[in-house]
């Protein structure tokens, strides 16, 4: 219950995992209640039951169709199609419930794009409902947001929004040198995606979330007042 401090306390789980994990980089429930969790430190992607507790094993270690060597992150793509990323062999792999595909993603580089480069798997960041995935372009002005439909090349992202930069020279590869450095445990821009694929981006100064609608329309909320 809320108290006059406006401390809330944790509410009861409704269920507890029956083993410890390293490292949850990422949690995904699946439409049977089931849920898929990836740990990079222990280098496994595992099925849980709706109670949490251990199912199985998903997929292998290895470079071959459908296996991994470093899960990372994972992606939710509609229905019960995720996207994990594999760092170390440098792929995203695909799970249809807990089951590999022998297909891995096509990150929208090769010599049928324009542009010829690929997606870079860490600048990735989130995904929607509808099947897109979100990855950041990082400049001295600015970070730009762009939604990119798989499939497509990587030139064909579509931009969404940007969060302002602090300066400083771009040395590629989301790396800028020099500029203004944030203080110490300063307030930051933050944003996410829902799955109707609606951006919301959190400004820090003022307090104010902006949301970007799928059609580009975008909506600021009231400046959050706070001590």
């Given at each position: 219950?809320q108290?006059?401090?406006?401390?809330?306390?944790l509410?009861?789980?409704?269920?507890v995992?029956?083993?410890?994990?390293?490292?949850?980089?990422?949690?995904?429930?699946?439409?049977?209640?089931?849920v898929l969790?990836?740990?990079?430190?222990?280098?496994?992607?595992?099925?849980?039951?709706?109670?949490?507790?251990?199912?199985?094993?998903?997929?292998?270690?290895?470079?071959?169709?459908?296996?991994?060597?470093?899960?990372?992150?994972?992606?939710?793509?509609?229905?019960?199609?995720?996207?994990?990323?594999?760092?170390?062999?440098?792929?995203?792999?695909?799970?249809?419930?807990?089951?590999?595909?022998?297909?891995?993603?096509?990150?929208?580089?090769?010599?049928?794009?324009?542009?010829?480069?690929?997606?870079?798997?860490?600048?990735?960041?989130?995904?929607?409902?509808?099947?897109?995935?979100?990855?950041?372009?990082?400049?001295?002005?600015?970070?730009?947001?762009?939604?990119?439909?798989?499939?497509?090349?990587?030139?064909?992202?579509?931009?969404?929004?940007?969060?302002?930069?602090?300066?400083?020279?771009?040395?590629?590869?989301?790396?800028?040198?020099g500029?203004?450095?944030?203080?110490p445990?300063?307030?930051?821009?933050?944003?996410?995606?829902?799955?109707?694929?609606?951006?919301?981006?959190?400004?820090?100064?003022?307090?104010?979330?902006?949301?970007?609608?799928?059609d580009?329309?975008?909506?600021?909320?009231?400046?959050?007042?706070?001590?």
């Amino acid at each position: 219950a809320q108290s006059a401090t406006g401390v809330q306390g944790l509410l009861v789980p409704d269920a507890v995992a029956s083993e410890g994990f390293t490292d949850v980089a990422g949690l995904r429930e699946l439409q049977d209640g089931r849920v898929l969790l990836v740990d990079p430190q222990e280098r496994r992607i595992v099925l849980l039951g709706s109670d949490l507790a251990h199912q199985a094993e998903v997929g292998r270690q290895g470079q071959g169709p459908g296996e991994f060597l470093l899960p990372h992150r994972l992606f939710p793509l509609g229905t019960d199609t995720t996207a994990v990323v594999d760092r170390q062999n440098g792929r995203i792999v695909l799970l249809v419930g807990s089951s590999p595909l022998s297909r891995h993603m096509d990150l929208g580089g090769g010599p049928g794009c324009p542009g010829g480069a690929p997606v870079r798997l860490a600048s990735i960041e989130a995904s929607d409902g509808t099947g897109n995935l979100y990855f950041t372009l990082t400049s001295p002005q600015a970070v730009q947001i762009l939604r990119w439909r798989p499939g497509s090349c990587a030139d064909e992202a579509e931009p969404v929004t940007s969060i302002p930069g602090r300066g400083g020279q771009d040395m590629g590869g989301g790396i800028i040198l020099g500029g203004e450095l944030p203080p110490p445990l300063g307030p930051e821009h933050a944003w996410a995606v829902d799955p109707g694929g609606r951006v919301a981006v959190v400004h820090p100064a003022p307090w104010q979330v902006e949301i970007t609608l799928p059609d580009g329309q975008r909506v600021t909320g009231p400046v959050i007042e706070h001590d």
